[in-house]
């Protein structure tokens, strides 16, 4: 279904700490999974992807974990810094042929130092 | 490289006025993507292509048009603008299906008054 306004998620988090976060996804079809970064004023930027053939993959700071079973995503950021701040988007290929991606709503990440 | 670029930046329009957003990407990509962002919200899929004279509609195509003549460009045109088409416009591209990893320009922001 459609979001209808909803104001975004927030998650605050201080320097340092390890921070999560969460996606739910409603089409068991979706083969491929990425998560952005979009920070203020700019286009969304690429983090890390995942296919469905993987339940894990790990980048430089970063781990994108897949559960097909509850149909979750989440991306994991060690040692959150500052310049973490940001809002996450995960979007999903829903099985079709044309890359193209659906996104979810986003989640706002707030890093204190 | 450039990656994706995107003009104009900012644009005010008058209720029923029209325009084009401009859209290129040096990356050589076959598919290329229009998005429009509300605040708060997601990227909503407006338009794309997978290769030069081939464009579908996506999620939310009602008030717009697309060409694309060459591989590098890819102009989203307004013709009667709403203060419904109020928005933030990205553009983006990627290779294709193998690797669906998506570069998104800048971005238009647009207001219609």
Known sequence: GESVGLHLPTLSVQEGDNSIINCAYSNSASDYFIWYKQESGKGPQFIIDIRSNMDKRQGQRVTVLLNKTVKHLSLQIAATQPGDSAVYFCAENRGTSYGKLTFGQGTILTVHP | ?113
């Not at chain 2, 029209?18 to 040096?26: K, N, V």
């Not at chain 2, 708060?40 to 407006?46: E, T």
């Not at chain 2, 290779?95 to 998506?102: K, T």
């Open chain 2, 1 to 113: 490289n450039a990656g994706v670029t995107q003009t104009p930046k900012f644009r005010i329009l008058k209720i029923g006025q029209s325009m084009t957003l401009q859209c290129a990407q040096d990356m050589n990509h076959n598919y290329m993507y229009w998005y429009r962002q509300d605040p708060g919200m997601g990227l909503k899929l407006i338009y794309y292509s997978v290769g030069a004279g081939i464009t579908d509609k996506g999620e939310v195509p009602n008030g717009y048009n697309v060409s694309r003549s060459t591989t590098e460009d890819f102009p989203l045109r307004l013709e009667l603008a709403a203060p419904s088409q109020t928005s933030v416009y990205f553009c983006a591209s990627s290779y294709g299906d193998s690797n669906n990893e998506q570069f998104f320009g800048p971005g238009t922001r647009l207001t219609v008054l």
